[in-house]
């Protein structure tokens, strides 16, 4: 299990992900927290690169959120707003891409979840940019 767990973390394999504070309340049950890749995401210039966000919700929560997305200047992420209604599947694909005349170096992309009701909640990953 200890080398399945260390392949995981090596290779990026998406099973570890870093979460946000948790939203739509404090008690378990009736929040949610956003997760995202805890590796870094590698992408060349003028290409794109898909991540999965995923809505972590508590047994309890019901509610539809508004994703938000974000990126630093010199890339793009698409889409930019998205609803997750309470019935949808919690996961999201976003597209980031870095544009040819990218600078190379290392960018963040915010996402911020909103429920209808309670608090929102947001986290950042970051995103480096490499010569093709």
Known sequence: MVMMLALATVCGC??????????????????FRIAVPTFDTSIKQGQVQTVTVSL??????????????????????APTDVSVKASD????????DAPKDA??????????GTPKTGEATSVEFKVKVIAP
């Open 14 to 31: 998406g099973w570890i992900s870093q979460t946000s504070p948790r939203g739509g309340s404090m008690f378990k049950d009736e929040g």
């Open 56 to 77: 972590l919700r508590g047994g309890n929560f019901k509610q539809d959120v508004m994703l938000q997305a974000k990126a630093s200047k010199g890339i793009r992420v």
């Open 89 to 96: 599947k919690p996961d999201v694909q976003l597209r980031i």
């Open 103 to 112: 600078a190379i170096g290392e960018y963040r992309v915010y996402v911020k």
